[in-house]
């Protein structure tokens, strides 16, 4: 069970538990939850407290990214078929594993590097999946080290070059 100022995950967003109510449409207790990059409050969520979906989460702990950077060299990039990039990258995206985040990331960025070497323009699935996957990890290991999310991109980038090169 969460608490109010607790910092939590849910579905894709990393974002602030700011209370708890029972919904007039359910009667199920909910958290509230504010998108930690937009605390004004112009947004909110309403998820309820047990958690049935399965979507809402503690943020990933520092051991969980080590476990990521020393992984991710042999994660497995997606098939290479065209014609259902947008539906795999959209049902890796609608999970709650972060290291789907990292098979996008892989994905898309090979597929646009093959592209710009065949000097041909990227494709724009891949770079929008590309962004929206990186947005992602990278603000939920900013929040979890304590960092920005260009320090945080930085040092994943940084220390999964490291651990590839070794």
């Given amino acids: 069970m969460y608490k109010?100022?607790?910092?939590?995950?849910?579905?894709?967003?990393?974002?602030?538990?700011?209370?708890?109510?029972?919904?007039?449409?359910?009667g199920e207790m909910c958290y509230i939850l504010v998108p930690y990059d937009q605390q004004d409050g112009s947004v909110r969520m309403q998820?309820?407290?047990?958690?049935?979906?399965?979507?809402?989460?503690?943020?990933?702990?520092?051991?969980?990214?080590?476990?990521?950077?020393?992984?991710?060299?042999?994660?497995?990039?997606?098939?290479?078929?065209?014609?259902?990039?947008?539906s795999q990258y959209v049902s890796l995206l609608k999970g709650d594993d972060i290291s789907d985040l990292i098979r996008i990331i892989k994905t898309s960025y090979g597929r646009n590097q093959a592209r710009l070497e065949a000097n041909k323009k990227i494709a724009s699935i891949d770079d929008e999946y590309?962004?929206?996957?990186?947005?992602?990890?990278?603000?939920?290991?900013a929040v979890a080290m304590g960092m920005t999310y260009d320090e945080s991109k930085k040092y994943f980038e940084d220390e999964v070059a490291r651990i590839s090169a070794a």
């Fill in 130 to 141: 590309l962004q929206k996957a990186e947005k992602y990890l990278y603000a939920e290991i």
């Fill in 4 to 26: 109010i100022n607790d910092i939590v995950v849910y579905r894709r967003d990393v974002c602030k538990v700011v209370g708890k109510h029972r919904s007039d449409l359910t």
């Fill in 47 to 86: 998820v309820p407290v047990s958690n049935k979906g399965g979507h809402l989460r503690d943020v990933i702990t520092k051991e969980e990214i080590d476990d990521l950077i020393r992984n991710a060299p042999d994660l497995e990039t997606l098939i290479n078929k065209p014609a259902n990039m947008k």
